[in-house]
């Protein structure tokens, strides 16, 4: 089993080196779930590449996540979650594990986690749960602890929910053990292929051309400003992918219901990272970009008895948090590898402000640093990172298409006043001296801290020629 640092150690040398990491404040729950059932069972959904921002419980005038929206109202709704990486596999691997990036090693979407790696799915296996996970992407990472690990690209998010619901009823309904499903749904993701009954919903014509990967990255070589209808053609197939998938976790829900174990199951759903809308330098995709329309995505937790009912939390918490929770809420003790904390203090009283909290961009070249509505981004040596593939841009040149854009143009040290400038439009680090100074500070500590304990984790890379490919049609390579 690879070398992992412990919690406990970690925590020693980040408060050594004055690192506040506690998201909520404590370790210890402030609830204890007391359900009066033989089994409490855990579902959680993951949606790709969805905006917290586009769904109704966070604010979206348009009726993109109404089965979402009735899980928030019903239970608890984090709105300010920060995902630790804004690209599938690390961040779903963050999500799992409970440690930042530095940590588990997954920088990419073609390495896989070492064996031995703890995660929520290897500690509810070994609290005796029948765990499966059907994943849109993804599916090839090594997920320990899951019996049954299926999907992919060609799976759509209604072929993979009755995929979900075939294993559930076989192996769920009438088992003894307690169950842990995890979907990830990838309908969300460009390519955007909405059926025509959802782009109905909210076009007369859907424009299905604006939703090509390759029509985003045009956009981007281009530096083609995009404003009024175009930018509204994209993002009505964005809205109308997001409600197909609402409707499959509608029917997972209505299924678990029907089943009688839906009242015992903890629900928890949430997002491994948002995308842009074209809200920076022209770029509509999520691989690229730092700023919070891709790492801000939205939590939901509801369960009888487990989960207060209409419980609101606007203070940033952490997706490495979710997996600490969850376990706290089942009332399962989190492995002493999980480097999140629990969000149960959260769930009742008071919510003071929270700590710094910081996610990875790039690698871990470049940090973010959130801290109530201010949001730092550190690049100290500029780095400035592809956003379209080489490939892609050899293309564009030799079809005579001007342009020549293919990275983002980051800035030394960005600093934003979310309260005032929800899109980052306004960098104000020049303004404001001391409190850079201070965020870079913090960012330099916390990444000197991982780099002292992150050895002994042996990753490696996928040799799957075919998930190669899928990543080039992706736009990933």
């Not at 009505?236 to 009688?260: F, K, V």
């Not at 999520?286 to 609101?312: C, D, E, I, K, T």
């Not at 100074?437 to 500590?445: F, I, S, V």
Request: aromatic letters at 10%; glycine letters at 8%.
């Amino acid at each position: 089993m690879s070398d992992f640092p412990s919690r406990r150690r970690f925590l020693q040398r980040a408060a050594a080196s004055g690192l506040l990491l506690s998201a909520a404040g404590g370790t210890a729950s402030a609830l204890s779930p007391p359900i009066p059932h033989k089994r409490r069972n855990l579902l959680l959904i993951t949606v790709d590449t969805l905006r917290a921002d586009h769904t109704g419980c966070c604010g979206y005038e348009r009726s993109t996540t109404p089965r979402i929206d009735q899980l928030a109202r019903e239970g608890m709704l984090f709105d300010q979650v920060n995902v630790q990486y804004g690209l599938t596999w690390p961040s779903l691997a963050s999500i799992m594990t409970a440690m930042p990036v530095q940590l588990h090693g997954v920088k990419n979407n073609e390495t896989l986690m070492a064996a031995g790696t703890p995660t929520l799915g290897t500690s509810l296996d070994d609290a005796g749960f029948h765990c499966g996970a059907f994943l849109g992407f993804a599916e090839k990472q090594r997920w320990e602890g899951f019996s049954t690990v299926d999907g992919g690209r060609h799976l759509d998010d209604g072929q993979l929910t009755s995929r979900f619901l075939e294993w559930f009823d076989k192996e769920c309904v009438n088992a003894d053990a307690p169950f842990f499903g995890w979907i990830h749904f990838y309908g969300p993701h460009l390519p955007w292929r909405p059926d025509p009954a959802y782009g109905a919903l909210f076009s007369p014509e859907p424009q299905l051309e604006c939703g090509s990967i390759n029509y985003q990255y045009q956009i981007s070589y281009e530096q083609r400003s995009l404003q009024g209808g175009a930018l509204r053609d994209i993002i009505d197939l964005y809205d109308a992918e997001i409600r197909r998938t609402d409707d499959c976790i509608d029917q997972i829900l209505q299924h678990l219901s029907t089943a009688g174990m839906l009242d015992h199951t903890l629900v928890a759903v949430s997002a491994d990272h948002g995308t842009e809308l074209y809200d920076h330098h022209n770029y509509g995709l999520h691989w690229g970009s730092p700023y919070n329309g891709v790492y801000r995505v939205p939590l939901v937790l509801w369960g009888p008895g487990m989960v207060p009912a209409q419980r609101l939390v606007s203070r940033p918490v952490r997706s490495i948090d979710i997996a600490p929770t969850l376990m706290d809420l089942l009332g399962q003790p989190a492995p002493d590898r999980f480097m999140g904390t629990s969000l149960t203090p959260l769930l009742a009283g008071d919510v003071p402000p929270g700590p710094p909290l910081i996610s990875e961009y790039s690698e871990g070249k470049i940090l973010i640093v959130r801290d109530g509505d201010q949001r730092f981004i550190w690049n100290p040596q500029r780095y400035q990172n592809n956003v379209i593939p080489v490939q892609v841009v050899e293309e564009f040149k030799a079809a005579g298409i001007p342009g020549g854009q293919f990275r983002m143009p980051l800035e030394r040290y960005e600093l934003y006043d979310l309260r005032e400038d929800l899109k980052e439009q306004n960098n104000l680090a020049d303004a404001r001296v001391a409190e850079v100074a201070r965020y870079a500070d913090l960012a330099a500590a916390w990444k000197q801290s991982l780099a002292s304990i992150a050895h002994g984790v042996q990753n490696e890379t996928i040799d799957d020629e075919a998930h190669r490919e899928s990543l080039k049609a992706l736009g990933y390579l």
